[in-house]
């Protein structure tokens, strides 16, 4: 089975419906710039409502110091941690295994630098200029094809209903995330879209 993130959730009402739909993790943004950024508070009141399931909350951040990062864990009630940023190897290092970095992919060369990060978790997301994610842009899936056999990768980037089989059918990765193809608008979640991404992540497997 590909595990499923729906990043960007924004309302209790909305991770409540993508964890019964089969999400196995949701992503919540605190990033000052993204239009899908929450409180510490609505982060809190969404944690506590999938207490029950076996959803993972994640939390979204970008170049937060490391105190700043394990008090938003603390406050937000969060599962772990995504570093969507500029940041170093040596930031993450002191937050394994709670963590994971996000990087962004055009060439080799960036590749090269995302092995340069510890931990068992990687997310590969699409590298736009002036962005750090959730741009609905995809990026060359070839490029990631071997780290998706040497990490836990989550396959991020312009993913969307129509395209998800695709992809997992070429890169196989242990994850696929998705925000923007899933949304009627920013932030709001379009739950027949949720269902259809869950399925088609998956049509390999019922084949």
């Keep these: 089975m590909v595990h499923v993130k729906i990043c960007g959730v924004t309302t209790v009402d909305d991770a409540r419906a993508c964890a019964e739909l089969g999400a196995s993790a949701i992503g919540l943004n605190f990033v000052p710039s993204s239009p899908r950024r929450v409180t510490i508070e609505r982060a809190r ?3 506590r409502a999938l207490q029950s ?5 994640v939390g979204v951040v970008a170049d937060m ?3 700043a990062m394990r008090a938003l864990v603390r406050d937000a009630e969060l599962g772990c941690l995504q570093l969507h940023g500029d940041e170093k190897p040596e930031t993450l290092a002191p937050l394994l295994p709670h963590a994971y970095k996000a990087v962004r992919i055009a060439t080799k060369d960036d590749v090269a630098h995302a092995r ?3 931990g068992e978790y990687l997310l590969a997301d699409a590298k736009v200029t002036g962005a750090l994610g ?4 995809t990026f060359d899936w070839s490029l990631v094809k071997d780290l998706a056999r040497e990490r836990k990768l989550t396959l991020a980037g312009g993913l969307r209903p129509d395209n ?3 992809a997992v059918a070429e890169v196989d990765p242990w994850c696929v995330d998705v925000a923007s193809g899933v949304e009627r608008a920013p932030g709001i979640k379009d739950l027949d879209a949720v269902r ?3 399925a088609e992540a998956n049509v390999r497997r019922r084949r």
């Design 164 to 166: 998800v089989a695709q």
């Design 65 to 67: 110091d490391v105190d």
């Design 196 to 198: 259809a991404f869950i």
């Design 134 to 137: 959730g741009t609905g842009e």
């Design 53 to 57: 399931s076996k959803v993972l909350v």
């Design 116 to 118: 340069s990060f510890g």
């Design 45 to 47: 009141e969404i944690a």
